[in-house]
């Protein structure tokens, strides 16, 4: 029998957490003892992995001895704090807060676009997982860029709830459903009304004007792709529940025409063309949300430069943007790197 790991899911109740329980099952990955952690609140709680009752425990810096691997979901602070106490118990940690990602001694991986970063873990016993919004949108550029060369690019998201966690979730859909009964909504997890309603404001604004989260989608991208890419962002969240889509522009170096996108995309790993704009087929997010790929369509050339192309890209934030991303560098680092 092949070598089996011991499996760590910090975040266990989360929105995150739980899909990366369900990717650890379905992708079967070789799971040894799994515990589950998440705060004192859920402590008791009992959870399943492959139909066995797993009880959730504490997450404390004792939750670590003899895990091979840790999946942080739990929020940065929690992060910071713990993913330290893990390597040193001899977990490698693969995060998916932003805690660790531009720390230079942390991988950022996406396995479709830079997997050799990986070979890095051992700096800190942590690899980072990006942002949703960074992951399907490199997927999606990285075999335009290895063709012809981005130089710039220019990028508006439209960011579903489930990006936030499980009480944005509800809180869309009881802010749905109490204004179809006529009742004034209650606002707790956005600072506005999400429902029937965008917000151009994902995380908090920094000085420049920008947010967080369009920061994170300059730095990131960077950051994976290995370039000096020219990157302006603009974060907006949609009472949508599953899936973040994205109108991407990309100038580039050389001429990169419609059919040539098309041709490579269709061959690219992790990506779906959908892309028949005649027959009214185009991504969209209730046809991301459940599966891993990240669907590019509505290809067209940016007429107003020479170089310049338009593109549609959505994924599942929830797997490909979080859970699966995670499950894919785990099976990496298993595949080739640990012992
Ligand atoms: P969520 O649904 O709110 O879940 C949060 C999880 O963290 C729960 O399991 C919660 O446990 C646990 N937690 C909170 N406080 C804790 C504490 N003091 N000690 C231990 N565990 C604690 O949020 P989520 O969407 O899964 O996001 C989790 C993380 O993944 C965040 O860092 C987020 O930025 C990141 N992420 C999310 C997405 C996405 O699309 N949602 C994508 C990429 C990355 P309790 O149930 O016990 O409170």
């Known amino acids: ?118 070979a890095g873990y051992g700096k800190k016993g942590i690899i980072a997982n990006p942002n949703c919004s960074t992951i399907q949108m490199v ?38 459903k109490g204004l179809l009964q006529g009742k004034s909504p209650d606002v707790s997890v956005y600072p506005h009304q999400i429902a029937f309603n965008c917000l151009p404001q ?3 604004f920094e000085e420049s004007g920008y947010t967080k989260e369009e920061m994170k989608m300059v730095n990131e991208t960077r950051k994976i792709m290995a370039a000096d890419i020219r990157i302006t962002a603009t974060a907006v969240r949609v009472p949508v529940f599953y899936g973040h889509s994205e109108s991407v522009n990309i100038e580039t170096e050389k001429k990169l025409t419609v059919a040539k996108a098309r041709e490579l995309l269709k061959k690219a790993p992790g990506v779906k063309l959908v892309d028949d704009p005649a027959k009214g087929r185009y991504p969209m997010p209730m046809d991301a949300a459940g599966q891993d790929l990240t669907l590019v369509g509505r290809i067209r050339e940016d007429e107003s430069i020479e170089n310049g192309l338009n593109l549609w890209v959505v994924a599942d934030n929830i797997r490909k943007g979080a859970a699966t991303n995670a499950v894919q560098i785990a099976e990496i680092l298993v595949g080739k790197y640990l012992k």
């Open 202 to 204: 994902i995380d908090s």
């Open 1 to 118: 029998m092949s070598k089996q790991w011991n499996i760590a899911v910090v975040g266990a109740t989360g929105a995150v957490g739980s899909q990366m329980i369900e990717c650890l099952e379905e992708r079967d990955f070789p799971v040894g003892k799994i515990s589950y952690l998440a705060s004192a609140r859920s402590a008791g709680q009992v959870l399943e992995f492959k139909g066995k009752p797993v009880v959730v425990e504490e997450l404390t810096r004792n939750s670590f001895e003899g895990v091979d691997i840790a999946l942080f979901s739990a929020g940065g602070d929690r992060s910071r704090e713990f993913c330290p106490a893990a390597a040193a118990a001899g977990a490698v940690c693969i995060d998916n807060s932003s805690a660790w990602r531009m720390d230079p001694d942390v991988p950022l991986v996406v396995p479709e676009v830079n997997p050799q970063a990986i």
């Open 139 to 176: 997927v999606a550029l990285k075999p335009l860029h290895d063709y012809a060369t981005i130089r710039r690019i220019v990028v508006s998201t439209y960011q579903a709830v489930s990006g936030t966690g499980s009480k944005a979730i509800a809180e869309l859909d009881r802010q749905v």
